[in-house]
């Protein structure tokens, strides 16, 4: 199983800038893929970027040229730089991985942790 604990998150000015982390413990040898997730109050939890082994990238059109996702595996945790920070990026922010366990594909969820974009 792989374990993941997120933190960074807080109160910013729009404009302002943040970075988020999740740590990663567990059977990191048998993960594919991570992301970041995030869930406004009262919407669906939507997709911001994912990274995968290979190094590729994936964002969300909203986030695009904003946000800047990356992984440290020496380290065993996954980054999220959010900059030009909007009030419509307030969210809970989740850490995601995807992983092989037992043949079959797996998903691994953090706590998340609170974004607030103040206008």
């Known amino acids: 199983q792989v374990q993941l604990v997120e933190s960074g998150g807080g109160l910013v000015q729009a404009g302002g800038s943040l970075r988020l982390s999740c740590a990663a413990s567990?059977?990191?040898?048998?993960?594919?893929?991570m992301g970041w997730y995030r869930q406004a109050p009262g919407k669906q939890r939507e997709l911001v970027a994912t990274i995968t082994n290979g190094r590729r990238t994936n964002y969300a059109d909203s986030v695009r040229g904003r946000f800047t996702i990356s992984r440290d595996n020496a380290k065993n945790t996954l980054y999220l730089q959010m900059n030009s920070l909007k009030p419509e990026d307030t969210a809970v922010y989740y850490c995601?991985?995807?992983?092989?366990?037992?043949?079959?594909?797996?998903?691994?969820w953090g706590q998340g942790t609170q974004v607030t974009v103040s206008s």
């Open positions: 567990g059977t990191i040898f048998s993960i594919n893929a």
């Open positions: 995601n991985a995807a992983y092989n366990e037992n043949f079959s594909l797996r998903n691994s």
